[in-house]
């Protein structure tokens, strides 16, 4: 009998080591991961690099608290806004403390209550980020959400000029909805929210949770549309598995946050803070982004030979993909790649989410396409 609560349905095995791309459970067997901890391990398992910066700074202080100076938060700040328009950070612990903060920092800055989010859009599951997802799955049976969210759908430009009013705080969205289904904001939807930006005094918020860390081919998936947000959640791939989490901001929202209006226990302690830099150092670097813009169109060609498009779509972009299946529930061949070997995750009912290391090799992405060309053709042809 488990002394835990039952809130998650738990795949029936349990992995315990992990090197790379490979993980293994407990009785020895392989699986390539294209889960990555939902796109957590960003260098992959046992990056030897973030092995060295834990050991180091494990070795010297782990916790102090926020009531002193950080001058390993004040060094990851700068790498992380640097050479963007946004000019400072604050660190948590996940992306739903991210968006929390987020959400906090727009409605003080503005003195206005309402937010813009959209229909299946995933910002976590602490009140406020809850509220802001548009998926009731999510809210349901939790009782009276914090108020004046206005959930409009993902990508209608109509919908979002038609909501937007002079109490209208911020607009917040994922510029690739993951949980949604790896569904990304149009280039005329991202074009839209900044020119409603640039003619109001709106804050956008972009929850790069999923995207950022170069997980789409840029340090941020903003950077590749028209949208300048005001403020950016981040969290996972940041710590590189490892927890940490964190806002940035821009110049105008300083006087906002300031002494006593937000903070954490545990936020930006200094062994959060210098893996968090440790992946920084190798992940903001042109070369391994140009890599991950490699891999992907390596990955996205392969898969759409594989997939032909009257039955099936790829879509995302950089290492965070979606394969949907024509409309056909996915749970069925997760489980069945699972057995063969593959992790991956739904995104919705109806979408595979392939989230690879991003220092996942080519051979690795022709075996995981292989392995999902066997369990498809399979599991189709015994349904």
């Known amino acids: 009998m488990s002394a835990l609560f039952q809130n998650y349905a738990r795949r029936p095995f349990a992995i315990v080591e992990g090197k790379g791309t490979e993980v293994f459970d407990t009785t020895g067997k392989r699986y390539l991961d294209f889960t990555s901890g939902i796109a957590v391990c960003s260098l992959g398992h046992a990056h030897p690099s973030i092995v060295e910066a834990i050991q180091k700074q494990s070795q010297k202080l782990w916790h102090i608290s926020n009531l002193f100076e950080s001058p390993g938060q004040e060094k990851l700040a700068a790498s992380l806004v640097k050479d963007l328009h946004l000019s400072y950070a604050f660190f948590c612990n996940s992306g739903a403390e991210a968006n929390e903060a987020a959400i906090k920092l727009a409605r003080k800055h503005t003195g206005k209550h309402k937010i813009i989010v959209f229909e299946q859009s995933f910002h976590g599951r602490t009140f406020g980020a809850m509220s802001a997802t548009g998926q009731d799955k999510v809210r349901k049976g939790f009782g009276p959400l914090v108020s004046e969210f206005i959930t409009l759908p ?106 006593g209006t937000h903070g954490t226990t545990f936020g930006g302690n200094p062994l959060g803070v210098a893996v968090a830099q440790t992946v920084i150092d190798q992940i903001f670097n042109d070369a391994f982004l140009d890599n991950v813009k490699q891999k992907s169109a390596y990955f996205i060609k392969k898969l759409e030979e594989a997939f032909p498009e009257d039955k099936y779509s790829v879509q995302g972009k950089g290492l965070m993909l979606g394969l949907s299946l024509g409309g056909e529930d996915v749970a069925p061949y997760v489980a069945a790649l699972d057995e063969a070997g593959l992790l991956t995750v739904a995104a919705g009912p109806k979408v595979i989410r392939l989230l690879p290391p991003l220092t996942v090799s080519e051979q690795e992405i022709d075996e995981a396409v292989n392995l999902l060309k066997d369990v498809l053709k399979a599991e189709q042809l015994s349904i």
């Open 154 to 259: 993902f990508n209608d430009i109509e919908a979002l000029k038609a909501a937007v009013d002079e109490d209208t705080a911020a607009i917040m969205l994922e510029m690739i909805q993951g949980e949604g289904g790896v569904n990304p904001a149009t280039d005329e939807f991202a074009k839209a929210i900044h020119e409603i930006q640039q003619s109001s005094d709106i804050l956008v918020i972009v929850d790069e949770v999923q995207t950022g860390i170069g997980r789409t081919g840029t340090r941020f998936a903003f950077e590749q549309t028209a949208i300048k947000p005001d403020i950016v959640s981040m969290a996972k791939g940041l710590g590189g598995g490892f927890p940490i989490g964190g806002i940035l901001g821009t110049e105008k929202l300083f006087n906002t946050f300031n002494a």
